[in-house]
């Protein structure tokens, strides 16, 4: 008996509120060759929403390179996997929590945590590390204290109790995230390279079982959620929130780890968005294979729920996987031990279609190739981001001088000290973290009985990819190289979250396009390839976008943990700055902060200097020439020297500018591919920059306790520190 | 040393603990699940290590110290065994009455999670015999309800039969309000039971064993502890 | 006028920490244990004295304030 | 049968939580606020049918596990 279909008058308007466009339910029906069931739509619904079926961005994204000798399973995957030497892998992944965290931002970060902690561990990796990328409006725009504190104790609930390190992230703050703010949560993972499990079904008539948490109502049309734009009625939207649980989460880790520790299982996947929905079309889809639920099965937390519910739901802190025939007692054994559900709900087939029963009646029969095949792919048309004009820094007056401009930047909202949040973040537990936030470009963190570490980061900047997104693509990339670098790691690959606004706009899909452009041109030239990665599409409020955000979270290794460098100062050393200073102002945050302007042309990112510059450094680290390291980045070269200050109170003397340049443009200019460098030894390393084509200089000496910038412009590394930590208390401190 | 860690569902330090303890004993402590109704034989120490047993829900410790094994460690601290606990452990004494008074919600009512400063209140214990009386020490710590609360009697208690065993202090060794994140009361960090046998501390010595982890000021606690079992 | 405003985890939403406690409470041998939900109760001290006053303050105070109305449902009670 | 458990902080035991809420009330605007103690409630489904008995079960639950009597005080209410 085939499931019965909606009355098609219903059936239309139905699809329509899920989202469907009229094509696309045409292709419903040519699909089924009838009036699909209200369960059937709903499939259909989630699993060709934007969130779940990439219809706008696959045509781009498959641009990006992904490829690398120490790749092992790029993007495709719940997660990316590379290899890192001593037999390990390295299983990262970031993904996107936007909308659920502006409804509900305790909430919605946490669960964010919780959703990108199972695509990793899915894979068989022990979570070692989170990080969080962060954008929230304007502090004092309607509810946004709120968000910002909602968010933090999300991300430290979840994180803290599960007992993964969050050990670093990064935060910007535009008016443009008024209404969408964004949480990019990222996991980093370990586990054995032989030990990788996917998510591809094999082996007709194997169990398809069910653990975690029981299912409720929890989030229904949460994907198809993350694919709408917001608007007033944002607070009708609002019974989709779902509710983490990260004690179970916990649980869940250590029951999956005891089960991949066996030779139980043939496949698993999380359930993340659109639940047993995506999970179980994904899996057998992908194994090429048909699969039967039967829904009676399914543990589940309320009473009365329909087929259309529970394939929809979003409950947190679920698994699905396939065992090999005849081990279900043991595995459920392991899940019991944990006080986890546990539940055979259906079994593979040889019929290519997904079959859903419910109370003895099919409620979906659905041909599972076509629902791939089939999904709508679009080229949406795109259209160019205009050029900025490249600024010259000599048309531009200096109202300020360096020291006031220094006092203030330091204090500005995107270059404040990040403390009060990660503060509330445990970066120690594990009892690995070598590099904890504040003190390197990158966290690095040990793997357990072993040398060596991994380092990681987040970076994009969202200015520079709103004035010119390919320029601002490529510099997302680069920076993040450049923060792996700067801790003597190599860089190894990369996972994205590519936040835009409506890609039904030409000019959205035009940054973004450009976006991807720019970071594959940064990921080939640096040997950088994308692993994994996640969209996050239709982020505007009432037709306004976000800027475009494609933050960025690279991983690198280090053979010997020992040999990681921070950017705190020590006193007696030089500083030696490396790379090439034009002075480049146009969206500077001192041409934001100091001249109240956002313009012009972001700086250029020249991905062979990058690459020469970051090689020179990673080998001189590595040699032990360099006490600590800090790349210039937001806020340029005096700001990069005082964060180094401000990391341990020593100050430091720098030379005047070289009078070539305006002053204002050689403290706060913006260059790319720079370092600065604390040495003992300077005359060594200038001769190896010179010998390695390396434009290189010493530019000054640390010591005492204030920061010189050049004769007599000096202030105290007190003062600077004060106006850079209170910031962010003083801004929250009115929600407590 | 023959160290047993107690693992509660939701305990998420165990191993930062067990890497503490291999490094200053020279050998890897037993895991016991909680499930478990007795200890090991020959056990000189039973450590109770962070987390978030139970997922904190309710009270923090409270379910844990509702648990089985938690009747066999009261009788092994009861024939005068050696227990620690610290931060999940700690609160999961309180809550089991091992040691006196609670511990609250911060009273910033943030999680905290930084390096503080103790103050060594107590030396000459199997706990603290590594250090100087008034040593002061640094430890990350990472805690929602680290504020140490007990009535006035209790209080005085402590104070009289100095059980006291760690105050947090700024790191000159001041004992002042600013250094006293959480709030607790008397600024106590950590105490002791009247036979010195139990200890329970908020912050993470074990976390700060390893140089290449920002140094080594948690190990002389790990190495009394060593020093304790030899001489038991 | 002392008021009580109590916050209950909205029906359908999953309530973690009632579950955790049943949970205990069967390990702990009590039997017959159904659905349990925990929530919070605030009680305040009001200047108020009139009842209704005093209550309509509360219920304000607890939709901008106690409960996060999106997954929380309240009930104000004047002692 | 329903029962509820309320647990408040004893008198004279600090109450971060409830100062806090207080603080936050005038911060938005309200007036005539006087102490704050905030609590938790907790709602038990119960099969027993007896209201005594499920009283009783509910105190001895208390006792053992909902309240810190160290403090803690609590309160049970058949409903
Ligand atoms: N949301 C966050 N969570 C944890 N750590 C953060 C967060 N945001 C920033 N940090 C930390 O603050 C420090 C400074 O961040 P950022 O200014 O982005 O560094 P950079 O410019 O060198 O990339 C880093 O150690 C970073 O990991
Ligand atoms: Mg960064």
Redesign the pocket.
């Known amino acids: 008996m085939p499931p019965v279909s909606l009355d098609p008058a219903r059936a239309k308007q139905l699809s329509d509120e899920f989202g469907l466009k009229p094509d696309e339910y045409d292709r419903v029906l040519a699909i089924l060759g009838r009036v699909p069931s209200l369960t059937e739509l709903g499939l259909f619904s989630v699993m060709w929403s934007e969130h779940c079926s990439y219809k706008s961005s696959r045509v781009w994204l498959r641009t990006l390179p992904t490829k690398a000798p120490w790749v092992i399973h790029g993007p495709g995957e719940n997660a990316g996997v590379i290899d890192i030497g001593d037999g390990l892998a390295a299983i990262f992944k970031m993904e996107s929590h936007n909308h659920p965290s502006f409804i509900e931002p305790y909430q919605g970060a946490a669960t964010g945590v919780g959703g990108i902690l199972r695509d990793v561990f899915t894979m068989g990796a022990r979570p070692i590390a989170n ?4 954008r929230f409006g304007a502090p004092d725009a309607p509810r946004m204290t709120r968000i910002i504190d909602g968010v ?1 104790r999300g ?1 430290g609930g979840y994180g803290n109790c599960v007992g993964v390190p ?6 910007n703050f535009h008016p443009a995230y008024n209404g969408n703010p964004l949480v990019n949560a990222m996991t980093v993972g370990i586990a054995p390279k032989d030990r990788i499990f996917l998510s591809a079904a094999a082996g007709i008539g194997n169990p398809v079982v069910y653990v975690g948490s029981k299912t409720g109502r929890d989030g229904i049309h949460g994907a198809t959620m993350a694919s709408a734009e917001f608007s007033a009625d944002a607070e009708e939207k609002r019974p989709t929130v779902q509710i983490g649980d990260p004690f179970v989460e916990k649980l869940l880790i250590e029951a999956c780890l005891e089960l991949m520790a066996t030779d139980m299982i043939v496949a698993i996947q999380d359930m993340g968005a659109a639940g047993l929905t995506s999970s179980s079309v994904e899996m057998a889809g992908k194994g090429g294979v048909g699969i039967e639920l039967v829904l009676d099965n399914v543990p589940q937390r309320e009473t009365g729920m329909t087929a259309y519910e529970m394939m929809l739901s979003e409950s947190q802190e679920r698994m699905l996987m396939i065992l090999k025939p005849g081990r279900e007692a043991e595995a459920e054994a392991i899940f019991r031990k944990w006080e986890l559900d546990f539940a055979v709900i259906g079994h593979l087939t040889d019929t290519g279609r997904i079959v859903i029963r419910h109370k003895g009646i099919v409620e979906a029969d659905i041909p599972l190739a076509p629902l791939e095949s089939e999904a709508p792919l679009y080229r949406r048309p795109t259209a160019e981001t205009p050029k900025q004009p490249v600024l010259d820094a000599r048309d531009i007056a200096d109202p300020l001088g360096p020291v006031a401009a220094l006092e203030k930047l330091v204090g500005s909202l995107d ?1 404040c000290s ?1 403390r009060w ?2 503060d509330q ?1 445990d ?1 120690t537990v594990g009892g690995q973290t070598v590099q ?8 690095v963190v040990k793997l357990e009985g072993l040398k060596r570490a991994l380092a990681m ?3 994009c900047t969202p200015r520079y990819c709103l004035a010119d997104p390919e320029e601002g693509g490529r510099q997302a990339v680069a ?1 993040a190289w450049r ?1 792996l670098t700067a801790v003597g790691a190599k860089p190894l690959a990369i996972t994205d979250n590519m936040n835009f606004g409506n890609p039904e706009k030409p000019e959205i899909m035009g940054q973004f396009a450009a976006a991807v452009r720019g970071m594959a041109s940064a990921c080939t030239a640096l040997d950088f390839p994308v692993v994994s990665g996640n969209v996050s599409l239709y982020n505007e409020t009432n037709g306004r976008a976000i800027l475009p955000t494609p933050a960025i979270g690279g991983v690198g290794v280090l053979e010997d943990a020992a040999q990681a460098v921070g950017l705190a100062l020590q006193p007696g050393l030089d500083l030696v700055l490396v790379g090439e200073t034009r002075g480049w102002l146009g969206q500077s945050l001192w041409l934001r902060e100091v001249a109240g302007r956002e313009e012009g042309a972001p700086p250029p990112v020249d991905l062979a200097a990058e690459r020469r510059n970051g090689d020179f450094v990673r080998a001189r680290i590595l040699a032990g020439e360099a006490v600590a390291c ?2 210039v ?2 806020g340029g070269l005096l700001v990069a020297v005082a964060e180094m200050a401000m990391a341990t109170g020593c100050g430091a003397t720098l030379d005047a500018p070289p009078p070539e340049l305006p002053a204002h443009a050689w403290w706060f200019g913006e260059d790319q591919g720079r370092y600065v460098l604390a040495v003992r030894d300077t005359a060594t390393l200038l001769a190896a920059a010179a010998a390695a084509g390396v434009p290189a200089a010493r530019i000054g000496r640390s010591g005492g306790g204030d920061l010189v910038a050049g004769p007599g412009s000096s202030i105290s590394v007190e003062r600077l520190r004060a106006a850079h930590e209170a910031t962010l208390p003083a801004l929250m401190a009115a929600v407590g | 040393m023959k160290a047993v860690i107690v693992v509660f569902p939701g305990t998420n330090r165990e191993r930062d603990m067990a890497i503490a303890l291999e490094r200053a004993t020279g050998r890897k402590p037993v895991m016991l699940f909680h499930r478990e109704t007795a200890l090991p034989s020959g056990t000189d120490l039973v450590v109770l290590p962070g987390g978030f047993s139970y997922g904190d829900y309710l009270r923090c410790g409270a379910m844990a110290a509702q648990s089985p094994i938690m009747r066999e460690v009261a009788r092994f601290a009861a024939r005068g065994g050696h227990v620690l606990g610290v931060c999940n452990g700690f609160q999961i004494l309180c809550e089991a009455g091992l040691l006196p008074g609670a511990l609250l919600r911060n009273a910033t009512l943030r999680f905290l999670s930084m390096d503080c400063h103790m103050r060594v209140e107590r030396a000459g214990t199997p706990f603290t015999a590594q250090w100087q009386q008034g040593a002061v020490f640094r430890a990350p710590m990472a805690h929602g309800d680290g504020n140490f609360f007990c009535d006035d009697e209790t209080h005085r208690h402590l104070v009289d039969q100095n059980l006291v065993a760690f105050r947090y202090c700024t790191p000159a060794g001041e004992v002042t309000d600013a250094a006293n994140r959480n709030g607790a009361r008397d600024n106590i960090a950590g105490i002791l039971s009247p036979n010195l046998r139990v200890c329970g501390l908020m912050p993470h010595p074990e976390d700060l064993v390893d140089p290449l982890m920002g140094g080594t000021d948690g190990l002389p606690m790990f190495t009394s502890l060593a020093e304790a079992a030899v001489a038991a | 006028m002392k008021v009580k405003v109590t916050v209950m985890p909205k029906t359908g939403v999953l309530d973690p920490q009632g579950k955790a406690i049943g949970h205990a409470l069967e390990g702990l041998g009590f039997a017959g244990i159904g659905e349990v939900r925990a929530g919070k109760v605030i009680e305040l001290e009001l200047t108020e004295t009139d009842p209704a006053k005093a209550k309509a303050a509360a219920e304000e105070m607890a939709r901008r304030l106690l409960a996060n109305t999106v997954i929380e449902s309240f009930r104000v009670e004047v002692a």
Not at chain 1, 166 to 171: L, N, S
Not at chain 1, 436 to 443: F, K, M
């Open positions: 990080l969080n990328a962060l933090v991300i969050t050990v670093g992230g990064e935060v270059l990040r949040i990660w973040y970066s904890r936030p504040g003190g390197a470009d990158a966290a980061t987040t970076d920076e923060n800090h790349d980045a937001d």
